[in-house]
């Protein structure tokens, strides 16, 4: 049969509402989650990252937040504006063979913001 | 820094060509990666660098992809014989290496195989 392209999952909100993105990752192991940010036509750009020894950071207008119990990961945007449009991305930095850091990228969530 | 440079910004092809994207990372970065975004698989690992030797090929879908670093401001992915499901965007990203650091990516190649 004819394969079909799976769409990303999509969070619409409206200028100045708070937007939460969530994420899920699956190796226990890992040590270090970033959060990256795409808009369109550029390659993705590190917003915030997370130490697998916490469970919150805090950023300008973004904060992380990790449950280890649940292997959960997701970013907070405050008062969100037409900018923060973009899909957004959770990576997680694994190390399979011993010191080599390799990040991994979950599927993607698009934030459509509107004025 | 000008940051990681890839090229071409858009490549068209036709099926059966060679195709080779180029990338200069951050001067002073040790680590380059290569990734492949498409709709279907999102961004997907090719192969990892580290001080030019490569380290995790084990995304490089097909021998039909190749990838060499012959010094470390340059690296090339090359697609010999092209296909249309090699259609995709493909990025180049760099850091220093270790396990907190960001990758910093380039504008990546906007590959069609026709």
């Known amino acids: 049969g004819e394969s079909v392209g799976l769409h990303l999952p999509t969070l619409s909100v409206q200028e100045g509402d708070n937007s939460i993105i969530n994420c899920a990752y699956s190796?226990?192991?890992?040590?270090?989650f970033i959060w990256y940010k795409q808009e369109s036509g550029k390659g993705p750009q590190f917003i915030i990252d997370?130490?697998?020894?916490?469970d919150k950071r805090q950023g300008q207008r973004v904060t992380v937040l990790l449950n280890k119990t649940v292997k959960h990961l997701s970013l907070q945007i405050a008062a969100t504006q037409p900018g923060d449009s973009a899909v957004y991305f959770c990576?997680?930095?694994?190390?399979?063979?011993?010191?080599?850091?390799?990040?991994?990228f979950g599927r993607g969530t698009s934030l459509i913001v509107h004025p | 820094d000008a940051g990681v440079i890839q090229s071409p910004r858009h490549e068209v092809t036709e099926m059966g060509q060679e195709v080779t994207l180029r990338c200069k990372p951050i001067?002073?970065?040790?680590?380059l990666f290569w990734y492949r975004q498409t709709m279907m698989r999102g961004l997907e690992l090719l192969i990892y660098f580290n001080n030019n030797v490569p380290i995790d090929d084990s995304g490089m879908p097909e021998d039909r992809f190749s990838a060499k670093m012959p010094n470390a401001s340059f690296s090339t992915l090359k697609i010999q014989p092209s296909e249309p499901r090699d259609s995709a965007v493909y990025f180049c990203a760099s850091n220093l290496g270790g396990p907190g650091e960001k990758l910093f990516f380039g504008s990546g190649t906007q590959l069609s195989v026709l």
């Open positions: 001067s002073g970065h040790n680590s």
């Open positions: 190796n226990s192991a890992s040590d270090y």
């Open positions: 990576a997680e930095n694994r190390d399979p063979s011993g010191g080599s850091y390799i990040p991994t």
């Open positions: 997370i130490r697998s020894n916490m």
